[in-house]
Structures are given as C-alpha cells and as structure tokens.
C-alpha cells in the first residue's frame, strides 16, 4: 500500500501545494477557508487565499482534507493577494493603509498621516468605485467613498487583504477588496504599544479563545496625535469581535461586530480655503453568516448592517459662523444562496438584497417633518438575483455567472465569466471578463454648498472590464504580470471649468482605462528572507478636455514598489520599503493657481527584534523627508518616527 504523507505545518515549498499530488494528505494543524470557488468534492486545491471568505483556525486530530466550504458571489473571477499577515508579520506597516499602499493595482490617497481619512482606488477608478468587503461581507458606505474602509479592525487582527478583480452586479465598479480577520493562535493574549513623533500614540489588546468548535477573537485599540501641522490632529477608538461556531448537525455560524469613534482636524480636506475643518465619525458594524451542507447541496445565508454618524465642521467648533453638516446612514443587507455539486461541476443560484437609507442637514429630498436635527433625507432598494456555474478539472478551471439587478434607475442585466490553466511547473494563466455598474452616491446626488453644486439627475456609470494574467510560484520565486482594459460610460466625477469656478458633479461620456501591473518576487530562509518588486502603469484613453478633474482624470500612472527584508543576528530582522509615485493630474492651490502633479519617492523601515514572547520594534515612514501630496495641496507628514514593543502570551 502506498504510504500517506503526513505533514505537521504548512510551508511554501512545493509539496504544501499538496494539489498537484492527486494522493491522500494528513495535516495536524488547518486552516479551514470559505472559497468563493467551490473546490470539487475529492480534490482539495491551494491555489493562494481565496476572496469573500470566512476563515477559522483549528487544533484537530490527523485528518483526510477533502475539500472546503462555500460562499460564493456572483463574481465569477479570481483573485490577487495583496497583504499575508504570515509573510508580511515584520514589514513596516502600522495601518491597513500602509498594506494597501505598496500594491500595484490600488492606489492609496490619504489627506494626513496614519490612515485618518483614506481613499481606497482600484486600477484607474475612484475610492467611490470600490465595493469593500470585511470577511466576505459587503460594508460599504452609499454616502461617500470617503467613508467605507473606515472599518473597525486593526492590522494585528488582519490575516489578509485581497483584490477581487470582478464582481458583477451592482456596487464593485472597478474591483473590490476584501479584509480577512483571524487569530493569532487558536488562544491567545497579545499587547501591542508604541509612540512617537507628534505626540502620536497607540496601544492595541486582542485575543482569541478557542474550545471545540467555537473561536472567538475579539480586539480594541487607540490611537492618537497632536497633528505634524496645524490641525491634522486625531483620536480613533476600535473595537471589534468574531465569533465563529462549527456544528455538523446545525452548520457553519460566524457572527461580527465592530464600533469605531473617529475625530479629526481637516486642514483643507475638501477645500485648501478653509483650514481648520474638523469631522468627526462614529460607525458601528454587524453581521452574521451561516453554512449548512447536506451531501453535494449547500445552503448559506448571511446578513448585515451599517450605521454610521458623521459631522462635519467647516469651521472649527464655530458652528454659529456656518452651521455643521450632519448625516445619519443606514445599510442593510442579506444574501443567500444554494450550491449544488455534480457531475458537471457546482452550479449556484441566489439573491442578495440591499437598502440605503440616509437623514442629513444637506444631502437628500427636504422631509415634510423633520427627524431632530435632519431636514432631509432619501433611501433605495436593490436587488440582484443571479446564476453561476464552475467547472474544475486537473488543470483547467471555468466559471461564469449572470443575473439581473433591480435598482431605483431600471433592471439590468449583468454578466461575468474566467478561465484559467495551471501547469505542473506552477505556471498559471488566465482570463476573463465581467460587467458591473455602480449606483450614484448621496454626495454626488445632492452634495451643495459653498463651492460645490450637485447634480440630483445622474445615472449609474457601467463598465465591462476585461483582464489576461499569467503567473509563476515554486519555492523561492514568483512572477506575475497582467494586463486589463475597462471600457466604462457615464463616468460620474466633479469638475471645475477654471479655476475659480465651482467644483460640479458632472456625467462625462466614455472612458477607457488600459493598466498593466507586474510582478517579481524570491523568498528564503536566509538572513535574505524576502524581495518584492512590483510596478504598475496606467494610461486613459480620454483627456480631461480642459476640465479640472478631482477624481476621475487625476489617477496613479506609474507606481513602483521594492521590499527588502533581512533577518540577522537570530533575533533581529530589517524590513525596507521603497516606493516611486508619478501621477497625473491637476489641481489649484489656495491661491486658485493650477498645478500639475509631481512624482515622489517614499523609503519606510522597520528594525524589530524577537525572542520569545516578545518583539521590540523601531519605525521609520518617509525617511527621506519627501514633501509630497496625495491631493493637490495638501501636505504630508515628513519624517515619523515611533517605537513600539509588542508582548504574545
């Protein structure tokens, strides 16, 4: 009889990718994974981290890995990798901000230090393109971009963060990314404190306890500063925790819930003449997720809700020279859906529903009665139902899926299909192409005030987006490259005619966005542990016509990151990050003076130190000392400086 192999942890050498052996595995320790690409019945698969997922970590006895559970979305594409917490543990990141940044195909676009107000882009798109996903579960804010990654999780409790490339329907525009959580260790008590440059300050508690089939993890943080300028100070409070609960007789559960405080001072946010903005935000998250699986059918079901509070001060504290703006949002949703695996392969029909309410001082239709504070307000309704099919063999895969979205603009129609080709060399190649849309937000709808004027009859913007990737992984190297085309019309964005003029909430016409993003990669257990370089450029198709443009014609069009990390002296590692941003653009400055954007390079470190329980560390971010903005005129922070120790029971 042929002998089983058994293995007692997981590595990335070529026999942890235990697919390519078509033979019967034993592992002692499992990280159990909810793919969005149902795996076949007998073949278990490790073909990287899979997207809206729910992911627990087991202790278990010596089992057969047949193959994972399910929560598929209508995307029928798959995934890139941006952040692996176990790859990445001493890389000098302090924010998922910072994790995002050095990615290739997202551009990151903050307004101060330490991820206090964020824009999250994918491949040429808008932050109000972007769908945000928190273990599969979608959260984001139909009021403005500006506000959906503003979730209540740390980079500790992080597992991973990944780039879905295409989810058809209504809300992922340009891509979506979504934010894995999962403990440490199965039990665990962690402290995470630190302080620095500008009065910054943050200090972290998490941990996790695991007992038969139930985990839970939860966390809370605070982090603050007296700002690097006038007015860029800021205090952010989280707390969050998940639970999840396997039974074989009752399914799957996992339940999540988070609350964040935000307060910050805006110098010049959303306009450079007014320097002592202020906002403040307080967001409260929840959700609950089941799967249930008789034989080759799977049942999953999941809900979700977003309160957020947001107000806004033009001026400081002085709300009787010009009255605050304040909004309350609400978005609901639920989903569910049913597999079935056959011969054929796993065909999945569902439905998810979702409604946006809002009750704000500026943004919606006036009430006939006012709700406190709120004279006005709006909400919508969608809906999608939608048809999908994958097909595995040994070496190919394809998958498509189509359905029908209900908004309060008509029904629609929305497709998306892939294929890919992996080698027994670990050479993989794909392709594919999805349709989506994207619903006009409540800002771009009904935002007036000084300096900007709304537009209340815009329409959803849509795109096909169409993408080819090949990729290569052994044991100390990876490559990959990619080139995508979208194709997108009645792009919404807001615009000036010149420079003194108001900025405008405009429908332009057709817009195509051409983007090729590569890839290179050595890893090792050497004193030379890991090599990262990756690029990304983007080119439009169409100019800006004369117009200044604040988002849709001001987009990142090369990019440039390099990682180096060192270990040495046993205990001791060395992580650097250097990376090279040229983006195109205009923007007028406080004096109404246009100016065109300037590329910059960045240098961030970290030198840490392990041993045992603890970990001490010093970070560097912008070493160099480079003056640089991520919007027009509004300044940076230089050179920050923080150490921190960090202690793991």
């Known amino acids: 009889m042929k002998p089983v192999p058994c293995f007692r942890r997981w590595s990335r050498t070529p026999y942890g990718a235990f697919a390519s052996m078509h033979c019967q595995v034993k592992i002692g320790v499992l990280a159990v994974g909810m793919s969005i690409l149902l795996l076949a019945h007998n073949e278990a698969r490790a073909e990287g981290s899979d997207t809206t997922s729910v992911y627990k970590t087991l202790q278990i006895d010596d089992i057969s890995v047949e193959g994972n559970k399910s929560t598929p979305t209508r995307s029928a594409m798959v995934v890139t990798p941006i952040f692996e917490r176990s790859s990445e543990a001493v890389a000098p990141i302090q924010t998922i901000e910072s994790a995002l940044r050095l990615s290739p195909s997202i551009d990151v676009r ?39 990654h503003s979730l209540p999780v740390d980079i500790d409790c992080v597992s991973g963060i990944e780039l879905i490339d295409g989810v058809s329907g209504v809300g992922a525009f340009a891509g979506a990314i979504n934010i894995r959580t999962a403990p440490l260790r199965p039990t665990y008590l962690r402290l995470d404190a630190s302080g620095g440059a500008y009065g910054y300050a943050y200090a972290n508690l998490s941990g996790a306890v695991t007992h038969k089939g139930l985990t839970v993890m939860a966390m809370g943080s605070y982090r603050r500063s007296d700002g690097y300028i006038h007015n860029t100070d800021f205090a952010n409070y989280n707390a969050y925790v998940r639970a999840t609960y396997d039974s074989a007789k009752a399914g799957f559960f996992d339940v999540q819930g988070g609350y964040q405080h935000r307060g910050f001072g805006a110098n010049g946010f959303y306009s ?38 947001d107000r806004f001060e033009l001026i400081r504290g002085s709300e009787a020279k010009v009255p605050f703006n304040h909004h309350n949002t609400d978005d609901a949703g639920a989903e569910v859906w049913g597999d079935m695996r056959w011969v054929g392969g796993t065909t999945s029909l569902g439905g998810d ?41 040994k070496r190919f895969n394809v998958a498509a899926s189509g359905g029908v979205s209900f908004t309060p603009y008509g029904t629609s129609a929305l497709w998306s299909a892939s294929g890919g080709y992996r080698s027994l060399t670990g050479i993989r190649v794909e392709a594919g192409a999805t349709q989506s849309m994207r ?8 935002y007036t005030a000084v300096g900007y004027v709304s537009n209340p009859d815009l329409k959803p913007e849509s795109a096909i987006t169409y993408r080819i990737a090949a990729s290569y992984d052994s044991k100390h190297w990876i490559a990959s490259a990619q080139v995508y085309y979208r194709d997108a019309d009645n792009i919404i964005d807001w615009v000036k005619t010149t420079a003194e003029a108001d900025w405008e909430s405009r429908q332009i016409t057709q817009l195509g966005v051409l983007g ?20 990304g450029h983007i080119y439009e198709t169409k100019e800006s016509g004369g117009l200044i443009s604040k988002y849709a014609f001001d987009y990142m069009r090369n990019k440039c990151a390099l990682n180096v990390e060192f270990h040495f002296l046993r205990y001791f ?3 650097l990050t250097g990376s090279f941003y040229d983006r195109i653009g205009n923007y007028a400055d406080a004096d109404g003076e246009v100016h065109g954007y300037k590329p910059y390079f960045l240098l961030d470190g970290r030198l840490a130190f392990d041993w045992k329980i603890l970990r001490l560390y010093l970070d560097a971010t912008n070493i160099t000392d480079t003056r640089y903005f991520d919007y027009g005129g509004l300044r940076m922070p230089g050179t920050w400086l923080s150490a921190g120790v960090v202690i793991t029971i």
């Open 516 to 535: 090729t993003e590569l890839t290179a990669g050595y890893r090792s257990d050497g004193w030379l542990r890991r090599v990262t370089l990756s690029y």
């Open 110 to 148: 903050e307004r101060a230090g330490k991820g206090i107000q964020t824009d999250i882009s994918i491949r040429g798109g808008s932050f109000d393109q972007t769908m945000v996903l928190l273990n599969g579960i979608n959260f984001t804010d139909a009021r403005t971009g500006h506000q959906t």
């Open 439 to 446: 619903l006009p937000s409540y800002t771009d709808l009904f």
């Open 573 to 575: 590692s060395l992580s």
């Open 353 to 393: 529903y979702t409604f946006n309410h809002i009750y704000s001082t500026v943004l919606g239709n006036p009430l006939e009665t006012p709700h406190g504070i709120y004279t006005r307000g709006e909400q919508r309704h969608v809906g999608n139902v939608w048809l999908r099919h994958t097909k595995n063999w």
């Open 272 to 309: 450079l003449s007014y320097p002592d903005q202020y906002e403040q935000t307080q967001t409260a998250i929840a959700s609950v997720r089941w799967v249930k699986a008789w034989g080759p059918f799977t049942l999953n079901a999941s809900g979700r809700y977003r309160k957020n509070f």
